[in-house]
């Protein structure tokens, strides 16, 4: 009975070890795959529905983020902190590899080993002795063991170099973690950069549709009035044909400037998590105050930025992690010893004894691994040299990164101010010829042409200083700051001006 039982338990751990290997979910080829995935991702993206397909027999949720009310700059950014998906991605590979460090420290764990035995001979194998001096048999065939066997062991081990070795995968595994948390820290310091730009991009879209709007419905209220005029012949038909033509102009700028608008504010919903049909209203900004001039020595700028840049962080890291490479290859040269302790049973009725202790150690050495050892050895040395020189070049493009920026800076700081005095000089003159227009001493059409020039003056100072505030984000993004809790820029450490512009 307790063999046909021992039978039927080897059989069911046959069959779950054939369904564990061999899986028991159909496969699926990758055109029966996307259309199995293509559903929930139609879902999700559209933000009609937040349930995803089943997968492995479980439904999951995600939910769509949503607005309401205006959204501020800052707002924005904060936002896309948290939602941006791929700051998402990046935290999920954050969250991988601090499972591989939890099992790269459950790797320094001893082996503890559990065997059993169940076996059945189809005869007895029994022996015999010879006398090694005559050749005579000196005992009579005799057998020692059972037709059936029945064993069971449990031994602990402890591979010291295999120790050792963990230790090190474990520091390597945590420096790993560490530099997953960095690029998470550098996806969020361009994310603060893209947002701003499609931000103050989507503004100044936005703010020169609308006053080209404007000008639109009082272009639209004047050609009514030139066509009249055309028509009872007080002014010749060449000027109300280039009125007309100034009229279409701006209905064509109007529209590119309301398409410009919407691409951006596409793409800052992208940055920010949304599905690109939410809606929401940006706040706008105030285009009338600008920051001055930034006073900084230079020499400051370039330490903060070699001292706070994730990428050398990272690089350092690696280097590290190469470091401990060539510790671990010099380890594999060193033999291994095992200490170890055995617990047996064996049901065996010849035994006197069926169960016992065993404890010792273990030393073994693979001798012609050594050159394999040796050569990953100057593998790593070499990787090592790799990693400071890509660093040397990293803070070198640091640097560069930096030097631009702040020269970009400068160069739109001075046309903000241009562009600021050019708009005011086009205003001042759209006002004069409406007056000398409506005093009949120019033509209807200097008057269209006048207020298109004002609107072209405006949009260029908006996006002038739209320019600039990306620029000043592109500084801080290349000094490695960071934003707040809060989701507020960290202000410069250096003096400051702060030069408000007023409208004449």
Same mark, same amino acid.
């Given at each position: 009975m307790r063999k046909r039982a021992d039978l039927k338990l080897m059989y069911v751990l046959m069959a779950v070890t054939l369904l564990l290997f061999t899986g028991c979910a159909p496969k699926k080829n990758p055109e029966q795959l996307r259309a199995f995935n293509v559903e929930g991702d139609i879902k999700f993206t559209s933000g009609n529905a937040d349930l995803l397909p089943p997968t492995a027999g479980k439904t999951k949720v995600i939910a769509l983020p949503t607005l309401s009310g205006t959204l501020s700059l800052d707002d924005a950014i904060a936002y896309a902190m948290t939602h941006n998906l791929d700051a998402a991605v990046s935290k999920e590979e954050e969250n991988v590899q601090r499972e591989m460090e939890t099992a790269a420290m459950l790797r320094m764990l001893p082996s503890l080993i559990a065997n059993a035995e169940r076996s059945w001979k189809s005869q007895h194998v029994p022996s015999k002795s010879v006398?090694?001096?005559?050749?005579?048999e000196s005992l009579a065939p005799s057998i020692s063991s059972e037709l059936e066997t029945s064993t069971e062991s449990v031994e602990l081990s402890w591979d010291l170099l295999d120790l050792a070795v963990n230790v090190n995968r474990?520091?390597?595994?945590?420096?790993?973690?560490?530099?997953?948390?960095?690029?998470m820290q550098r996806v969020k310091q361009n994310l603060a950069l893209d947002v701003t730009g499609a931000y103050l991009r989507a503004v100044v879209a936005k703010e020169a549709a609308k006053q080209a709007e404007t000008?639109?419905?009082?272009a639209l209220e004047r050609q009514e009035i030139i066509e009249k005029q055309m028509e009872m012949n007080h002014i010749p038909k060449v000027d109300g044909l280039q009125s007309s033509i100034d009229i279409a102009e701006l209905m064509i700028r109007l529209t590119r400037y309301?398409?410009?608008?919407? $691409?951006?504010? #596409?793409? +800052?919903?992208?940055?920010?998590?949304?599905?690109?049909?939410?809606?929401?209203?940006?706040?706008?900004?105030?285009?009338?105050?600008?920051p001055g001039p930034i006073r900084i020595d230079?020499?400051?700028?370039?330490?903060?930025?070699l001292l706070n840049r994730p990428e050398l962080f990272e690089l350092d890291l690696e280097e590290k992690i190469s470091a401990k490479e060539a510790e671990i290859s010099i380890m594999r040269m060193f033999p291994a010893l095992t200490p170890f302790a055995r617990y047996q049973h064996d049901d065996n009725k010849y035994l006197t004894r069926h169960d016992w202790f065993v404890s010792g150690l273990r030393l073994s050495w693979d001798l012609l691994s050594i050159p394999q050892s040796s050569a990953d050895h100057s593998s790593a040395l070499a990787r090592?040299?790799?990693?400071?020189?890509?660093?040397?070049?990293?803070?070198m $493009?640091?640097? #560069?990164? +930096?030097?631009l920026a702040t020269i970009e800076y400068d160069n739109y700081l001075r046309q903000v101010e241009q562009a600021y005095e050019l708009e005011n000089l086009r205003e001042e003159l759209a006002r004069e010829v409406h007056l000398q227009v409506e005093n009949g001493r120019l033509k209807e059409s200097t008057l269209l042409n006048a207020d298109q020039l004002f609107i072209v003056a405006h949009r260029a100072r908006l996006t002038a200083y739209a320019r600039l505030m990306t620029a000043r984000q592109r500084i801080l993004n290349s000094l490695g700051r960071d934003w707040d809790e809060h989701g507020k820029e960290i202000a410069f450490t250096s003096d400051e001006l702060s030069v408000p512009l007023t409208a004449k």
């Open positions: 006398n090694y001096s005559t050749g005579e474990w520091r390597q595994a945590g420096d790993r973690v560490q530099m997953r948390k960095l690029q000008v639109m419905k009082y309301s398409d410009e608008y919407k $691409a951006a504010k #596409t793409e +800052l919903a992208r940055l920010m998590g949304l599905s690109p049909s939410t809606p929401f209203e940006l706040k706008g900004v105030d285009f009338l105050a600008i230079s020499e400051d700028l370039d330490r903060e930025a090592s040299k790799l990693i400071q020189k890509r660093r040397m070049n990293m803070a $493009a640091v640097l #560069t990164q +930096l030097r």
